[in-house]
Protein backbone atom coordinates (compact mmCIF):
# COMPACT_ATOMS: atom_id res chain seq x y z
CA UNK A 1 0.00 0.00 0.00
CA UNK A 2 1.09 3.68 -1.05
CA UNK A 3 1.47 6.00 2.31
CA UNK A 4 2.34 9.70 2.05
CA UNK A 5 2.81 11.72 5.46
CA UNK A 6 0.71 15.15 4.51
CA UNK A 7 1.51 18.48 6.70
CA UNK A 8 -0.89 20.78 7.87
CA UNK A 9 -3.97 21.76 6.02
CA UNK A 10 -4.44 25.18 4.96
CA UNK A 11 -4.84 27.81 7.42
CA UNK A 12 -8.84 27.88 6.38
CA UNK A 13 -9.08 24.37 8.07
CA UNK A 14 -9.73 25.30 12.13
CA UNK A 15 -6.72 23.99 14.38
CA UNK A 16 -6.98 22.69 17.67
CA UNK A 17 -5.96 24.77 20.61
CA UNK A 18 -2.55 23.85 21.98
CA UNK A 19 -4.30 23.66 25.54
CA UNK A 20 -6.06 20.74 24.21
CA UNK A 21 -3.28 18.44 23.83
CA UNK A 22 -1.47 16.97 26.35
CA UNK A 23 1.87 18.03 25.26
CA UNK A 24 3.99 19.78 22.66
CA UNK A 25 5.01 16.00 21.28
CA UNK A 26 1.23 14.69 21.04
CA UNK A 27 0.68 17.89 18.93
CA UNK A 28 3.45 17.35 16.57
CA UNK A 29 2.42 13.77 16.35
CA UNK A 30 -1.11 15.32 15.24
CA UNK A 31 0.43 17.61 12.99
CA UNK A 32 2.33 15.17 11.12
CA UNK A 33 -0.20 12.19 10.63
CA UNK A 34 0.39 9.79 8.47
CA UNK A 35 -2.08 8.42 5.46
CA UNK A 36 -2.11 4.95 4.55
CA UNK A 37 -3.73 3.32 1.80
CA UNK A 38 -4.60 3.66 -1.53
CA UNK A 39 -5.50 7.29 -2.60
CA UNK A 40 -8.95 8.52 -4.29
CA UNK A 41 -8.59 11.95 -5.91
CA UNK A 42 -11.55 12.55 -5.96
CA UNK A 43 -11.94 11.87 -2.43
CA UNK A 44 -8.87 13.83 -1.05
CA UNK A 45 -11.49 16.33 1.06
CA UNK A 46 -12.37 13.52 2.71
CA UNK A 47 -8.58 12.95 3.72
CA UNK A 48 -8.81 16.52 4.54
CA UNK A 49 -12.17 16.30 6.58
CA UNK A 50 -11.05 12.81 8.54
CA UNK A 51 -7.04 15.28 8.97
CA UNK A 52 -9.22 18.01 10.20
CA UNK A 53 -10.91 15.85 12.85
CA UNK A 54 -7.68 13.97 14.56
CA UNK A 55 -6.16 17.66 14.51
CA UNK A 56 -9.53 19.40 16.39
CA UNK A 57 -9.96 16.85 18.49
CA UNK A 58 -6.66 15.58 19.51
CA UNK A 59 -7.30 11.61 18.29
CA UNK A 60 -4.12 9.46 17.27
CA UNK A 61 -5.81 7.64 14.58
CA UNK A 62 -8.08 6.17 12.77
CA UNK A 63 -9.60 4.47 9.86
CA UNK A 64 -12.29 4.78 7.02
CA UNK A 65 -13.87 1.97 4.68
CA UNK A 66 -16.46 2.06 2.16
CA UNK A 67 -17.76 -0.37 -0.69
CA UNK A 68 -20.36 -1.21 -2.94
CA UNK A 69 -21.95 -4.33 -4.42
CA UNK A 70 -19.48 -6.76 -2.94
CA UNK A 71 -16.19 -4.72 -3.43
CA UNK A 72 -14.25 -2.56 -1.26
CA UNK A 73 -13.82 0.47 -3.07
CA UNK A 74 -11.74 3.25 -0.34
CA UNK A 75 -9.88 2.29 2.79
CA UNK A 76 -7.33 4.52 4.07
CA UNK A 77 -5.85 4.62 7.40
CA UNK A 78 -4.83 7.93 9.21
CA UNK A 79 -2.62 9.12 11.96
CA UNK A 80 -0.97 6.60 14.57
CA UNK A 81 -2.17 3.16 15.55
CA UNK A 82 0.45 3.74 18.53
CA UNK A 83 1.48 7.50 18.90
CA UNK A 84 4.52 6.44 21.14
CA UNK A 85 5.78 3.30 18.77
CA UNK A 86 5.12 5.82 16.01
CA UNK A 87 3.45 2.99 14.49
CA UNK A 88 0.94 4.61 11.51
CA UNK A 89 -2.39 3.41 11.52
CA UNK A 90 -2.80 1.08 8.31
CA UNK A 91 -6.38 0.42 6.85
CA UNK A 92 -6.41 -3.29 8.21
CA UNK A 93 -5.60 -2.65 11.71
CA UNK A 94 -8.15 -3.72 13.99
CA UNK A 95 -9.49 -1.46 16.64
CA UNK A 96 -12.63 -2.16 19.59
CA UNK A 97 -15.82 -1.20 17.73
CA UNK A 98 -18.26 -0.69 21.20
CA UNK A 99 -22.21 -0.85 19.94
CA UNK A 100 -21.45 -1.61 16.96
CA UNK A 101 -21.24 -5.11 18.32
CA UNK A 102 -25.07 -5.10 18.41
CA UNK A 103 -25.55 -5.21 14.83
CA UNK A 104 -23.97 -8.32 14.71
CA UNK A 105 -25.15 -10.25 17.60
CA UNK A 106 -28.41 -9.07 16.27
CA UNK A 107 -27.44 -11.15 13.15
CA UNK A 108 -26.64 -14.16 15.33
CA UNK A 109 -29.77 -14.23 16.66
CA UNK A 110 -31.75 -13.62 13.34
CA UNK A 111 -30.03 -16.85 11.44
CA UNK A 112 -30.61 -18.82 14.51
CA UNK A 113 -34.30 -17.57 14.13
CA UNK A 114 -34.03 -18.33 10.51
CA UNK A 115 -32.65 -21.95 11.28
CA UNK A 116 -35.56 -22.64 13.45
CA UNK A 117 -33.17 -22.57 16.74
CA UNK A 118 -34.90 -19.23 17.97
CA UNK A 119 -37.83 -18.05 18.09
CA UNK A 120 -38.27 -13.91 18.15
CA UNK A 121 -41.57 -14.14 19.86
CA UNK A 122 -40.84 -16.46 22.11
CA UNK A 123 -39.63 -15.20 25.97
CA UNK A 124 -36.26 -15.30 27.01
CA UNK A 125 -35.32 -15.82 30.04
CA UNK A 126 -37.53 -19.32 30.56
CA UNK A 127 -35.27 -20.72 27.71
CA UNK A 128 -31.62 -19.73 29.28
CA UNK A 129 -32.77 -21.29 32.60
CA UNK A 130 -30.19 -18.35 34.36
CA UNK A 131 -30.55 -18.84 38.57
CA UNK A 132 -30.91 -14.39 39.08
CA UNK A 133 -28.72 -12.71 41.85
CA UNK A 134 -31.42 -11.79 44.42
CA UNK A 135 -29.64 -9.10 47.26
CA UNK A 136 -31.21 -9.96 50.53
CA UNK A 137 -35.24 -9.19 50.94
CA UNK A 138 -35.34 -8.86 46.80
CA UNK A 139 -38.19 -10.55 44.57
CA UNK A 140 -37.59 -11.40 41.37
CA UNK A 141 -39.25 -8.95 38.94
CA UNK A 142 -42.42 -11.37 37.66
CA UNK A 143 -42.22 -9.20 34.11
CA UNK A 144 -38.98 -10.65 33.39
CA UNK A 145 -40.20 -14.30 32.55
CA UNK A 146 -42.73 -12.38 29.73
CA UNK A 147 -39.71 -10.74 27.83
CA UNK A 148 -38.84 -11.75 23.99
CA UNK A 149 -35.99 -11.98 22.37
CA UNK A 150 -37.78 -9.67 19.71
CA UNK A 151 -37.64 -7.21 22.60
CA UNK A 152 -34.56 -7.70 23.67
CA UNK A 153 -33.39 -6.89 20.21
CA UNK A 154 -35.57 -3.86 20.04
CA UNK A 155 -34.63 -2.23 23.18
CA UNK A 156 -38.06 -2.65 24.88
CA UNK A 157 -37.29 -5.14 27.29
CA UNK A 158 -37.47 -2.96 30.37
CA UNK A 159 -33.85 -1.94 30.95
CA UNK A 160 -33.35 2.05 30.69
CA UNK A 161 -29.73 2.72 31.38
CA UNK A 162 -30.50 6.34 32.34
CA UNK A 163 -32.27 5.08 35.34
CA UNK A 164 -30.18 2.07 36.41
CA UNK A 165 -27.15 1.98 34.74
CA UNK A 166 -25.01 -0.34 32.90
CA UNK A 167 -24.42 -3.59 34.51
CA UNK A 168 -22.34 -4.10 31.36
CA UNK A 169 -19.67 -1.61 32.73
CA UNK A 170 -19.37 -2.51 36.53
CA UNK A 171 -17.85 -5.82 36.07
CA UNK A 172 -15.61 -5.56 39.29
CA UNK A 173 -18.86 -4.12 41.66
CA UNK A 174 -21.13 -7.37 40.33
CA UNK A 175 -18.18 -9.90 41.32
CA UNK A 176 -17.65 -8.36 45.18
CA UNK A 177 -20.94 -8.30 45.29
CA UNK A 178 -21.51 -12.09 44.09
CA UNK A 179 -18.29 -12.88 45.73
CA UNK A 180 -16.84 -14.01 42.59
CA UNK A 181 -13.18 -13.28 40.81
CA UNK A 182 -13.04 -10.07 39.24
CA UNK A 183 -14.04 -9.61 36.53
CA UNK A 184 -17.33 -10.77 36.70
CA UNK A 185 -17.84 -12.75 33.48
CA UNK A 186 -20.94 -11.73 30.93
CA UNK A 187 -23.44 -14.41 32.77
CA UNK A 188 -23.05 -13.76 36.17
CA UNK A 189 -23.34 -9.68 34.99
CA UNK A 190 -26.96 -10.61 33.78
CA UNK A 191 -27.43 -13.00 36.46
CA UNK A 192 -27.29 -9.93 38.56
CA UNK A 193 -28.99 -7.15 36.49
CA UNK A 194 -31.91 -9.62 36.10
CA UNK A 195 -31.90 -9.70 40.35
CA UNK A 196 -32.72 -6.08 39.91
CA UNK A 197 -36.35 -4.84 38.98
CA UNK A 198 -37.22 -3.40 35.67
CA UNK A 199 -37.45 -0.27 34.88
CA UNK A 200 -40.37 -0.24 33.00
CA UNK A 201 -43.42 -2.53 31.38
CA UNK A 202 -41.42 -4.66 28.66
CA UNK A 203 -42.64 -3.57 25.24
CA UNK A 204 -44.13 -0.14 26.29
CA UNK A 205 -41.27 1.92 24.66
CA UNK A 206 -37.40 1.97 23.48
CA UNK A 207 -34.88 2.48 26.15
CA UNK A 208 -31.06 1.87 25.00
CA UNK A 209 -29.65 -0.86 27.36
CA UNK A 210 -26.61 -3.16 26.87
CA UNK A 211 -28.58 -5.92 28.82
CA UNK A 212 -30.75 -6.53 26.30
CA UNK A 213 -27.58 -7.53 24.27
CA UNK A 214 -25.89 -9.25 26.74
CA UNK A 215 -29.06 -11.53 27.43
CA UNK A 216 -29.16 -12.03 23.58
CA UNK A 217 -25.55 -13.88 23.39
CA UNK A 218 -26.62 -16.03 26.17
CA UNK A 219 -29.45 -16.96 23.60
CA UNK A 220 -27.41 -17.51 20.92
CA UNK A 221 -24.85 -19.88 23.42
CA UNK A 222 -28.25 -21.43 24.42
CA UNK A 223 -29.70 -22.08 20.90
CA UNK A 224 -26.31 -23.18 19.12
CA UNK A 225 -24.82 -24.97 21.88
CA UNK A 226 -21.68 -22.84 21.71
CA UNK A 227 -19.65 -20.03 22.95
CA UNK A 228 -21.04 -17.22 21.36
CA UNK A 229 -18.06 -15.56 20.10
CA UNK A 230 -17.00 -19.65 18.33
CA UNK A 231 -20.69 -19.26 16.78
CA UNK A 232 -20.57 -15.71 15.75
CA UNK A 233 -17.48 -16.59 13.96
CA UNK A 234 -18.40 -19.65 12.15
CA UNK A 235 -21.94 -19.03 11.06
CA UNK A 236 -22.07 -15.23 10.91
CA UNK A 237 -19.26 -14.25 9.88
CA UNK A 238 -16.59 -16.66 8.11
CA UNK A 239 -19.76 -16.80 5.42
CA UNK A 240 -19.11 -13.33 4.47
CA UNK A 241 -15.39 -13.59 4.40
CA UNK A 242 -14.59 -11.93 8.16
CA UNK A 243 -11.88 -13.90 9.55
CA UNK A 244 -10.48 -11.60 11.90
CA UNK A 245 -13.07 -10.05 14.01
CA UNK A 246 -12.65 -11.42 17.48
CA UNK A 247 -13.65 -10.62 21.05
CA UNK A 248 -11.15 -7.92 22.23
CA UNK A 249 -10.02 -8.54 25.46
CA UNK A 250 -9.00 -5.26 27.98
CA UNK A 251 -5.50 -5.77 29.70
CA UNK A 252 -2.36 -4.43 27.26
CA UNK A 253 -0.52 -7.54 27.53
CA UNK A 254 -3.68 -9.06 26.03
CA UNK A 255 -3.76 -6.54 22.34
CA UNK A 256 -4.23 -8.33 19.79
CA UNK A 257 -1.77 -8.92 16.82
CA UNK A 258 -2.16 -6.09 14.41
CA UNK A 259 -4.61 -4.27 16.91
CA UNK A 260 -4.36 -0.42 17.70
CA UNK A 261 -3.67 1.36 20.83
CA UNK A 262 -6.37 3.11 23.16
CA UNK A 263 -5.91 7.26 24.10
CA UNK A 264 -8.57 8.62 26.74
CA UNK A 265 -9.28 11.84 26.24
CA UNK A 266 -8.56 12.80 30.16
CA UNK A 267 -5.83 10.98 30.42
CA UNK A 268 -7.50 8.92 33.34
CA UNK A 269 -6.36 5.96 35.24
CA UNK A 270 -8.26 3.34 37.21
CA UNK A 271 -7.83 0.15 39.48
CA UNK A 272 -7.96 -2.86 37.29
CA UNK A 273 -10.40 -4.74 37.34
CA UNK A 274 -8.00 -7.58 36.59
CA UNK A 275 -5.20 -9.52 38.24
CA UNK A 276 -3.63 -7.61 41.40
CA UNK A 277 -5.97 -4.60 40.73
CA UNK A 278 -2.97 -2.25 39.56
CA UNK A 279 -3.45 1.23 38.63
CA UNK A 280 -3.62 0.93 34.87
CA UNK A 281 -4.76 3.31 31.74
CA UNK A 282 -8.70 3.81 32.00
CA UNK A 283 -9.02 1.69 28.61
CA UNK A 284 -6.97 -1.22 29.54
CA UNK A 285 -8.73 -2.56 32.71
CA UNK A 286 -11.16 -0.04 34.06
CA UNK A 287 -13.66 -2.02 31.91
CA UNK A 288 -13.83 -6.23 30.77
CA UNK A 289 -14.62 -6.35 27.36
CA UNK A 290 -15.01 -10.09 28.10
CA UNK A 291 -18.06 -8.80 29.96
CA UNK A 292 -19.24 -6.82 27.28
CA UNK A 293 -19.41 -9.65 24.25
CA UNK A 294 -22.61 -9.71 22.70
CA UNK A 295 -23.36 -6.07 23.41
CA UNK A 296 -19.85 -4.01 22.98
CA UNK A 297 -16.96 -6.48 23.15
CA UNK A 298 -15.94 -7.44 19.13
CA UNK A 299 -12.77 -6.02 17.82
CA UNK A 300 -12.46 -5.20 13.84
CA UNK A 301 -10.77 -3.28 11.12
CA UNK A 302 -12.91 -0.69 8.82
CA UNK A 303 -12.79 -3.00 6.09
CA UNK A 304 -14.12 -6.17 8.12
CA UNK A 305 -17.38 -4.13 8.86
CA UNK A 306 -18.10 -3.12 5.20
CA UNK A 307 -17.68 -7.19 4.55
CA UNK A 308 -20.35 -7.65 7.76
CA UNK A 309 -22.81 -5.41 6.44
CA UNK A 310 -22.29 -5.40 2.83
CA UNK A 311 -22.41 -9.50 2.73
CA UNK A 312 -25.79 -9.14 4.32
CA UNK A 313 -27.78 -5.87 2.38
CA UNK A 314 -26.10 -6.81 -0.83
CA UNK A 315 -24.82 -10.20 -0.74
CA UNK A 316 -22.61 -11.50 -3.43
CA UNK A 317 -22.69 -15.54 -2.48
CA UNK A 318 -25.33 -17.38 -0.66
CA UNK A 319 -27.72 -14.80 1.64
CA UNK A 320 -26.92 -14.85 5.72
CA UNK A 321 -29.92 -14.03 5.80
CA UNK A 322 -33.55 -14.49 3.72
CA UNK A 323 -36.06 -11.85 3.22
CA UNK A 324 -37.89 -12.80 6.12
CA UNK A 325 -34.83 -12.18 8.21
CA UNK A 326 -33.91 -8.97 6.40
CA UNK A 327 -37.23 -7.95 7.05
CA UNK A 328 -37.53 -8.44 10.52
CA UNK A 329 -33.55 -6.63 10.84
CA UNK A 330 -35.36 -3.30 9.54
CA UNK A 331 -38.66 -3.97 11.15
CA UNK A 332 -40.42 -0.69 13.01
CA UNK A 333 -41.55 -2.07 16.36
CA UNK A 334 -45.25 -2.32 17.02
CA UNK A 335 -46.81 0.30 18.91
CA UNK A 336 -43.69 1.74 20.25
CA UNK A 337 -42.86 5.83 19.54
CA UNK A 338 -40.31 6.17 17.23
CA UNK A 339 -36.79 7.08 18.31
CA UNK A 340 -36.32 10.59 16.89
CA UNK A 341 -38.22 11.62 13.76
CA UNK A 342 -39.48 8.97 11.23
CA UNK A 343 -36.59 6.81 12.38
CA UNK A 344 -36.78 3.94 14.66
CA UNK A 345 -34.45 0.76 16.48
CA UNK A 346 -34.91 -1.97 14.51
CA UNK A 347 -33.01 -5.45 15.01
CA UNK A 348 -29.74 -4.12 15.99
CA UNK A 349 -29.79 -0.90 14.04
CA UNK A 350 -31.29 2.40 14.09
CA UNK A 351 -33.41 2.52 10.88
CA UNK A 352 -34.08 5.65 8.35
CA UNK A 353 -36.89 4.75 6.23
CA UNK A 354 -36.70 8.13 3.86
CA UNK A 355 -36.67 7.24 0.36
CA UNK A 356 -34.34 4.14 0.08
CA UNK A 357 -34.30 2.30 3.68
CA UNK A 358 -30.99 3.29 5.65
CA UNK A 359 -29.25 1.78 8.14
CA UNK A 360 -26.60 2.94 11.27
CA UNK A 361 -25.01 2.04 14.20
CA UNK A 362 -22.31 3.66 16.37
CA UNK A 363 -20.08 2.97 19.12
CA UNK A 364 -17.59 4.37 21.83
CA UNK A 365 -15.91 2.79 24.73
CA UNK A 366 -12.88 5.08 26.97
CA UNK A 367 -10.31 4.57 24.54
CA UNK A 368 -11.94 4.01 20.70
CA UNK A 369 -15.75 5.08 18.89
CA UNK A 370 -16.83 4.45 15.26
CA UNK A 371 -19.64 3.89 13.47
CA UNK A 372 -21.18 1.61 10.42
CA UNK A 373 -23.78 2.49 7.81
CA UNK A 374 -25.61 1.57 5.04
CA UNK A 375 -26.73 4.18 2.58
CA UNK A 376 -29.98 3.24 0.47
CA UNK A 377 -29.46 6.24 -1.83
CA UNK A 378 -26.41 5.15 -3.19
CA UNK A 379 -25.84 1.50 -1.84
CA UNK A 380 -22.43 2.52 0.20
CA UNK A 381 -21.58 1.02 2.87
CA UNK A 382 -19.30 3.01 5.07
CA UNK A 383 -17.05 1.99 8.27
CA UNK A 384 -15.16 4.41 10.46
CA UNK A 385 -12.76 3.72 13.45
CA UNK A 386 -10.56 5.85 15.77
CA UNK A 387 -8.83 5.45 19.19
CA UNK A 388 -9.94 8.03 21.10
CA UNK A 389 -13.11 9.06 22.64
CA UNK A 390 -13.32 12.72 24.16
CA UNK A 391 -15.78 14.35 23.50
CA UNK A 392 -17.49 15.82 26.38
CA UNK A 393 -21.46 16.22 26.31
CA UNK A 394 -21.34 14.38 22.84
CA UNK A 395 -19.70 11.30 20.73
CA UNK A 396 -16.71 11.66 18.86
CA UNK A 397 -18.34 8.36 17.00
CA UNK A 398 -21.62 11.06 15.82
CA UNK A 399 -19.54 13.79 14.37
CA UNK A 400 -17.43 12.21 12.46
CA UNK A 401 -19.92 10.21 10.90
CA UNK A 402 -22.02 13.27 9.88
CA UNK A 403 -18.53 14.93 8.08
CA UNK A 404 -18.12 11.72 6.00
CA UNK A 405 -21.04 11.25 4.82
CA UNK A 406 -21.28 14.76 3.93
CA UNK A 407 -18.49 14.27 1.73
CA UNK A 408 -19.61 11.44 0.41
CA UNK A 409 -22.45 13.55 -0.83
CA UNK A 410 -20.31 15.47 -3.02
CA UNK A 411 -18.48 12.90 -4.61
CA UNK A 412 -19.69 12.32 -7.95
CA UNK A 413 -21.05 9.24 -8.39
CA UNK A 414 -18.83 8.38 -11.41
CA UNK A 415 -15.57 9.49 -9.52
CA UNK A 416 -15.60 6.00 -7.68
CA UNK A 417 -13.19 3.29 -8.45
CA UNK A 418 -13.94 -0.51 -9.65
CA UNK A 419 -12.29 -1.38 -6.02
CA UNK A 420 -11.65 -5.25 -5.29
CA UNK A 421 -13.71 -7.45 -4.07
CA UNK A 422 -14.63 -7.31 -0.14
CA UNK A 423 -13.74 -10.78 0.66
CA UNK A 424 -9.80 -11.52 1.36
CA UNK A 425 -8.52 -14.18 -0.63
CA UNK A 426 -6.02 -15.84 1.26
CA UNK A 427 -7.08 -18.86 3.25
CA UNK A 428 -6.89 -18.71 7.31
CA UNK A 429 -4.30 -20.56 8.97
CA UNK A 430 -4.77 -22.79 11.68
CA UNK A 431 -2.62 -24.06 14.34
CA UNK A 432 -3.14 -27.66 16.94
CA UNK A 433 -1.74 -28.52 20.08
CA UNK A 434 -1.13 -32.15 20.98
CA UNK A 435 -1.00 -32.98 24.36
CA UNK A 436 0.79 -36.57 25.13
CA UNK A 437 -0.65 -38.63 27.42
CA UNK A 438 -4.49 -36.27 27.17
CA UNK A 439 -4.98 -35.70 30.65
CA UNK A 440 -1.32 -34.33 32.26
CA UNK A 441 -0.46 -35.02 36.06
CA UNK A 442 1.77 -31.88 37.32
CA UNK A 443 2.83 -30.75 40.81
CA UNK A 444 1.70 -27.09 41.72
CA UNK A 445 4.14 -25.42 40.52
CA UNK A 446 5.27 -28.06 37.92
CA UNK A 447 5.35 -27.96 33.89
CA UNK A 448 4.57 -30.20 31.42
CA UNK A 449 5.97 -30.74 27.79
CA UNK A 450 3.42 -30.20 25.27
CA UNK A 451 4.06 -30.10 20.96
CA UNK A 452 2.15 -27.52 19.49
CA UNK A 453 2.03 -27.53 15.84
CA UNK A 454 1.36 -23.84 13.91
CA UNK A 455 3.38 -23.65 10.20
CA UNK A 456 3.51 -19.64 9.42
CA UNK A 457 3.42 -18.95 5.55
CA UNK A 458 6.13 -17.22 5.76
CA UNK A 459 8.70 -15.49 7.61
CA UNK A 460 8.74 -12.92 10.55
CA UNK A 461 5.39 -14.27 11.96
CA UNK A 462 4.71 -13.49 15.92
CA UNK A 463 2.98 -15.66 18.10
CA UNK A 464 1.05 -14.82 21.54
CA UNK A 465 -0.58 -16.28 23.80
CA UNK A 466 -2.60 -16.49 27.33
CA UNK A 467 -3.53 -18.89 29.21
CA UNK A 468 -6.94 -19.25 32.10
CA UNK A 469 -7.88 -21.99 34.55
CA UNK A 470 -10.78 -23.31 35.59
CA UNK A 471 -12.31 -26.18 37.95
CA UNK A 472 -13.49 -29.21 35.88
CA UNK A 473 -16.26 -29.95 38.25
CA UNK A 474 -18.67 -26.94 37.99
CA UNK A 475 -16.86 -25.20 35.30
CA UNK A 476 -16.32 -22.38 37.91
CA UNK A 477 -13.40 -20.17 37.19
CA UNK A 478 -10.60 -20.96 39.69
CA UNK A 479 -8.93 -17.39 38.35
CA UNK A 480 -9.40 -14.11 36.68
CA UNK A 481 -6.68 -13.06 34.25
CA UNK A 482 -3.47 -14.44 34.35
CA UNK A 483 -1.21 -11.78 33.11
CA UNK A 484 2.59 -13.41 34.25
CA UNK A 485 1.04 -16.65 31.49
CA UNK A 486 0.73 -14.54 28.62
CA UNK A 487 3.49 -14.94 26.34
CA UNK A 488 4.73 -13.70 22.92
CA UNK A 489 7.78 -15.20 20.59
CA UNK A 490 9.13 -14.71 17.35
CA UNK A 491 8.09 -18.18 14.89
CA UNK A 492 10.61 -19.12 13.45
CA UNK A 493 9.14 -21.19 10.08
CA UNK A 494 9.19 -24.70 12.08
CA UNK A 495 6.11 -26.12 11.86
CA UNK A 496 6.45 -27.68 15.57
CA UNK A 497 7.80 -25.94 18.78
CA UNK A 498 7.42 -27.29 22.18
CA UNK A 499 6.38 -25.54 25.79
CA UNK A 500 5.50 -26.39 28.50
CA UNK A 501 2.06 -25.88 30.00
CA UNK A 502 2.39 -24.31 34.03
CA UNK A 503 0.30 -24.96 36.70
CA UNK A 504 0.51 -22.02 39.08
CA UNK A 505 0.42 -23.36 43.10
CA UNK A 506 -2.36 -20.30 43.43
CA UNK A 507 -4.85 -22.12 40.74
CA UNK A 508 -4.17 -25.30 42.29
CA UNK A 509 -5.02 -23.79 45.75
CA UNK A 510 -8.10 -22.91 44.49
CA UNK A 511 -9.14 -26.25 43.04
CA UNK A 512 -8.49 -28.18 46.65
CA UNK A 513 -10.35 -24.77 48.13
CA UNK A 514 -13.42 -26.38 45.72
CA UNK A 515 -12.18 -29.62 46.04
CA UNK A 516 -11.62 -30.59 43.09
CA UNK A 517 -8.40 -32.65 41.66
CA UNK A 518 -8.62 -31.18 38.18
CA UNK A 519 -8.12 -28.39 36.33
CA UNK A 520 -8.87 -27.38 31.94
CA UNK A 521 -5.87 -24.97 31.20
CA UNK A 522 -8.09 -23.29 28.23
CA UNK A 523 -5.42 -21.39 26.12
CA UNK A 524 -5.84 -18.99 23.01
CA UNK A 525 -3.17 -18.47 20.24
CA UNK A 526 -2.75 -15.46 17.78
CA UNK A 527 -0.12 -15.12 15.59
CA UNK A 528 0.32 -12.02 13.00
CA UNK A 529 2.54 -11.83 10.02
CA UNK A 530 4.22 -8.43 8.23
CA UNK A 531 1.74 -8.62 5.64
CA UNK A 532 -1.23 -8.40 7.86
CA UNK A 533 -2.47 -12.10 7.91
CA UNK A 534 -3.39 -13.81 10.86
CA UNK A 535 -4.20 -16.33 12.08
CA UNK A 536 -5.29 -17.83 16.30
CA UNK A 537 -7.18 -20.82 17.51
CA UNK A 538 -7.56 -22.39 21.20
CA UNK A 539 -6.68 -25.28 23.16
CA UNK A 540 -8.08 -26.96 26.54
CA UNK A 541 -5.55 -29.31 28.23
CA UNK A 542 -6.77 -31.76 31.45
CA UNK A 543 -4.79 -31.35 34.40
CA UNK A 544 -4.82 -34.00 37.47
CA UNK A 545 -3.18 -32.00 40.32
CA UNK A 546 -0.49 -34.64 41.59
CA UNK A 547 0.33 -34.34 45.28
Not at 15 to 35: F, G, I, K, N, Q
Request: proline residues 8%; glycine residues 12%; aromatic residues 8%.
Amino acid sequence: MRRRWLLPLAASVACLPTAALRSHADAAAVREAPVTGTEVPALRSLDAAVLSFLRRRAVPGGAVAVARGGRLLYARGYGWADREARQPWEPGALCRIGSVSKPVTAAAVLRLAQDGKLGLDTPAFPALGLQPFLKDGTRLDPRLQRITVRQLLHHTGGWDSRVSGQPTGEPWTIAREMGVPSPATAEQVLRYAIGRPLDFEPGTRFAYSNVGYCALGRAVEKASGRSYESYVRSAVLAPLGVTRMRIGRAPLADRAPGEVRYYDGGARTARSVYGSHETVPFPYGAFSLDAMDAAGGWIASAPDLTRFLGGLVSPSGPPLLDRAGMAALAERPAGIPDVGGDNWYGCGWNVFPRGTVSLSHSGSLEGSCGFLSYRGRDRLVVAALFNSETAAGGSLANEIEGAVHAELDRTPAGAWPSGEPARPQEPEARGTVRADPSVLRLKPGGRAAVDYRFAPPGAGWRLKSRTAYFATADGRRLSGDIGPYATEQALDGSPVWRDGPYLPPEVAAKARELRVRRVVLRQSFSAAGPDGRSAEWRAELAVEIAD
